[in-house]
Nanobody
Framework: VQLQASGGGLVQAGGSLRLSCAASGFRFSAYAMGWFRQAPGKEREFVGA????????NYADSLKGRFTISRDNAKNMVYLQMNSLKPEDTAVYYC?????????????WGQGTLVTVSS
């Protein structure tokens, strides 16, 4: 099983980034997919998730309206579009697979990608 996140980097506050996560080794379309993040010195937190149907989504309340999750089951890909980025969004971002709503029950974790937002 592999979940490879990519697309992180350095961006100025107010900018946007799109993260991607490539999945392999399991039946991608059968799982909900989530994004989590861990800022320096803080615990990992839930960002959002999308169900297997490519439609139903769930977000952390503090991120609603700025972050959007999508997926493409034909490509085994899940995406996180991040807009209006703030310095406090700086973190390592991870994708994960699990049963809906993917908040606490995770089946597979991926490697993270670092997002740094400068002020």
């Amino acid at each position: 099983v592999q979940l490879q996140a990519s697309g992180g980097g350095l961006v100025q506050a107010g900018g946007s980034l799109r993260l991607s996560c490539a999945a392999s080794g399991f039946r991608f379309s059968a799982y909900a997919m989530g994004w989590f993040r861990q800022a320096p010195g803080k615990e990992r937190e839930f960002v959002g998730a999308i169900n297997w149907n490519e439609v139903t989504t769930n977000y952390a309340d503090s991120l609603k309206g700025r972050f959007t999750i999508s997926r493409d089951n034909a490509k085994n890909m899940v995406y996180l579009q991040m807009n209006s980025l703030k310095p406090e969004d700086t973190a390592v971002y991870y994708c994960a697979a699990g049963p809906w709503p993917v908040v606490k029950t995770i089946r597979f974790w991926g490697q993270g990608t670092l997002v740094t937002v400068s002020s």
